[in-house]
Structures are given as C-alpha cells and as structure tokens.
C-alpha cells in the first residue's frame, strides 16, 4: 500500500504540468492510501503485542514445549548494559 501511495504522489506531481485539478484528486488520493497504510501497520503491531495471542507458551500434550519470547525488563536491560561496560 506504501508503494501505491507513493506512486499515486509521483504521478500527481507529473500531473500537475498539464491537468491541475486531476493532479490534486490523486494527490488526495494517495495520500489517503498512505494514511490509511500507515494506520494499518500500526494496528498490526498493536495487535501482536497484545496478551493472548503470542503471550500464550505452546502447549503439546499438557507439558509447555515452547515458551513465548520476552523482552527484558528495563532493570535487567540497563543492569545488562553496565556489565558490558565494565
């Protein structure tokens, strides 16, 4: 979607030398795509951090065989980053 949007502005600048008020619709156009890609990605993010969907360990008959990867704290982040200092 980016990359139509982009495309969409490219085209509208060309535009702009003969078709004024053409150039403007798909100067709107695409910037509409832009946003609209731009809020997709977003929501997109925010939805795979959210609990439940990968906070969850996999499970194979009973027993947990994989656990959920997670970011460290910024304590153990900042107590990492003294010690490779030193």
């Known amino acids: 979607m980016l990359v139509t ?6 085209a509208a600048l060309f ?4 078709l004024r008020q053409f150039a ?17 990605g977003i929501m997109e993010r925010r939805s795979a951090r959210s ?5 969850t360990p996999v499970m194979w008959r009973g027993q947990v065989i994989e656990l959920p990867d997670q970011r460290p ?3 153990q982040r ?5 010690r490779r200092r030193r």
Request: charged share 10%; hydrophobic share 60%.
């Open 5 to 10: 949007a982009a495309v969409l502005v490219v």
């Open 15 to 18: 535009l702009s030398i003969f």
């Open 24 to 40: 403007s619709i798909v100067a709107v156009t695409g910037a509409v795509v832009f946003a609209s890609a731009l809020v997709r």
């Open 51 to 55: 609990p439940g969907g990968r906070g």
């Open 73 to 75: 704290s910024l304590r």
């Open 78 to 82: 900042l107590r990492d980053a003294l």
